[in-house]
């Protein structure tokens, strides 16, 4: 059997984040962190969103940390 291809690993992974993301979400909203604790992850989802965006996603740009997530 061939391993799984770029649309099937994309999906994939789609699978699996959007299956956790309402749980971090849940637990982060219990927390109540303050928005300085915060901003890294808006930046990442905003970085996630413009790697993703259009119809050539780059999903190998998405997971890298920015220079403003350190």
Do not use: N
């Not at 303050?34 to 996603?57: R, S």
């Amino acid at each position: 059997m061939a391993p799984p291809g770029p649309s099937r690993r994309a999906r994939e992974i789609y699978e699996i984040l959007t299956s956790l993301e309402p749980t971090a979400v849940e637990l982060l909203a219990r927390r109540r962190p303050p928005a300085a604790e915060i901003a890294p992850l808006l930046q990442a989802c905003h970085d996630m969103e413009t790697a993703l965006a259009g119809p050539a996603a780059d999903l190998k740009a998405w997971p890298r940390p920015t220079s403003s997530a350190t």
